[in-house]
């Protein structure tokens, strides 16, 4: 039996909407075939874009999506993305697979996708092979709303109105990828870019976002802050941090996403817990410069990084997903929530077809991986205030130096006053029996979700709904006092009255 205590009366912190928010990339048959099929494809669209992936993500209520990359974000230049289709550049997409680049899908088409999610829209410019000037005016065609070269050329091309543009990155990865950059030359040069990234619309500043570190690379935290954090308020917003979930720790043999054993199981759940030491680590640098936490941490790379599926183009990062993606998933938006304080986004990587996608195509068919289900369970946090909870927890796992606690949780009470449980078992064999206590608070009505299987269940497309989520109705109440057992290898969501 395992205590779990939940004060609905003390406020941690409001939860970004955005800790839940995706990312989609350039790369493989993410934008194209994934989400971007053309006016005139046979699969079912508006304006171009999957008709099913397009309803599948608004279940979500995605709030946020950071676009055009990656490593494709400082090959980028958007000018070669607008204007009619026929005349619009072809290019090699170096970084991933060598295809065809035919910019079908541009500033305009990301914009009418955001539209339809009813999302916020995070652009990520270049700085690694792109100039200020291009930056600028990119910043300029979408938001201007006057006359000016940008804004009538955005109007030439038939949008008569700007876009809003929340959330700006200059440049990604400048560490790697991004032009391979030491973190003192990178604060320098940041410095310069943003000055450009104006805000032309009164009340609606551009939340910018500096190029943050690899894992745990604190040097880099440390010397960019150092090279831009005082200097002014308006530099920054926020700051990123990228971690990928690599089962072996190892890039160079990263291991099946389907074919894995108990062992690999724990070290997985292992590497993605370290996500919390980042935080705290990195935060804790934040905090030097920023005790009073106005720059946001954004983790706007984080996810599960298997080996390809056979068969499928190195380049493109096509990976199943199993119940062990659907735990990764429910552990770091536990963490996230615990940590609002300081992290105010974070987006999965990728969002369909690409690494720890919430959604698979394959032609005309879509599936929902067991990732979406639980985007799916922990949505109603969004926007919520955090509570103060916590589990007892004992330490599990087969191998010294990978044992794992067997539950993560997070509880936030939403605006219309109900409360949100999420909790994860990381068991693989023993299902637990919880006793909670809600403080003062008596508990009216609760109901629930559940995401259970086994470790390397996954939907196919021949079997789309092996791995799904359904009713949870265990749940005894008597007064503030509740019992339940979560099953092993599970994901849990629970909705109380109170
Ligand atoms: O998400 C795939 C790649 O991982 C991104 O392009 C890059 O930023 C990171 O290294």
């Known amino acids: 039996m395992a205590l779990f ?9 409001h939860i970004n909407p955005e800790l839940q928010g995706h990312f989609s ?12 099929v053309g006016e005139d494809s046979p699969v079912p669209n508006v304006n171009g874009m999957r008709t099913d992936v397009v309803e599948a993500l608004k279940e979500l209520h995605v709030p946020v999506l950071r676009w055009p990359g990656g490593c494709f974000a400082d090959e980028y230049h958007w000018k070669d993305g607008i204007g009619p289709k026929e005349r619009r550049k072809k290019m090699i997409n170096t970084h991933w697979g060598g295809v065809v680049e035919d910019n ?11 539209r339809q999610l009813g ?4 652009i990520n410019g270049n700085l690694g092979s792109g100039t200020v000037q291009e930056m600028s005016e990119w910043v300029e065609y979408m938001t201007f709303e006057g006359v000016s070269p940008m804004a009538d050329l955005r109007k030439e091309n038939g949008h008569e109105q700007s876009w809003t543009v929340d959330y700006f990155g200059v440049g990604n990865e400048s560490w790697g990828c991004g032009g391979n950059m030491r973190p003192e030359y990178y604060g320098d040069i940041y410095r310069r870019y943003q000055t450009y990234v104006r805000n032309y ?3 609606k500043e551009i939340y ?6 690899n894992a745990d690379d604190y040097h880099w935290t440390d010397k960019v802050l150092e090279t831009v954090f005082d200097h002014g308020s308006g530099f920054m917003s926020g700051m990123s941090l990228h971690y990928y979930t690599i089962p072996t720790g190892d890039w160079g043999v990263k291991g099946s996403a389907l074919d894995f054993d108990e062992k690999t199981w724990y070290r ?9 030491e980042l935080i705290k680590r990195h935060g804790a640098i934040m905090d030097q410069y920023d005790p009073e936490k106005k720059i946001g941490m954004v983790i706007d790379e984080w996810g599960t990084w298997y080996d390809v599926e ?21 552990i770091n938006l536990n963490l996230f929530n615990k940590h609002c304080d300081r992290v105010q986004m974070a987006n999965i990587a990728q969002m369909v077809n690409v690494l720890q996608a919430v959604l698979l195509t394959e032609g005309d068919k879509m599936i929902k991986t067991p990732t979406w289900y639980a985007f799916h369970m922990y949505r109603d946090h969004q926007d919520g205030e955090l509570v103060e909870s916590s589990v007892e927890t004992r330490q599990i796992g087969l191998e010294d130096g990978y044992q794992v606690p067997n539950l993560t949780e997070s509880v936030s009470v939403a605006k219309d006053g109900k409360l949100h449980v999420t909790m994860t078992n990381l068991s693989l064999t023993e299902s637990e029996r919880i006793q909670g206590f809600f403080a003062e608070t008596p508990i009216k009505s609760i109901k629930g979700t559940i995401l259970t299987g086994a470790m390397n269940a996954h939907n196919t497309f021949e079997a789309p709904d092996q791995v799904q989520e359904t009713a949870f109705d265990g749940v005894d109440v008597h007064g503030n006092q509740v019992e339940f057992t979560i099953p092993a290898c599970s994901v849990l969501h629970l909705e109380a009255e109170i």
């Open 5 to 13: 205590y939940v004060n609905p009366n003390v406020k941690k912190g």
């Open 25 to 36: 990339e350039h790369l493989g048959r993410c934008i194209y075939e994934g989400i971007y």
């Open 104 to 114: 079908s899908f541009g500033t305009h088409e990301f914009m009418e996708l955001c």
């Open 119 to 122: 999302c916020k829209t995070y």
């Open 201 to 203: 619309k009164s009340g």
């Open 208 to 213: 910018k976002i500096a190029c943050g570190a």
């Open 268 to 276: 997985t759940l292992k590497a993605t817990l370290k996500m919390e």
């Open 310 to 330: 056979p068969g499928t183009n190195p380049g493109f990062l096509y990976q199943q997903n199993t119940m062990r993606d659907a735990l990764v998933a429910g």
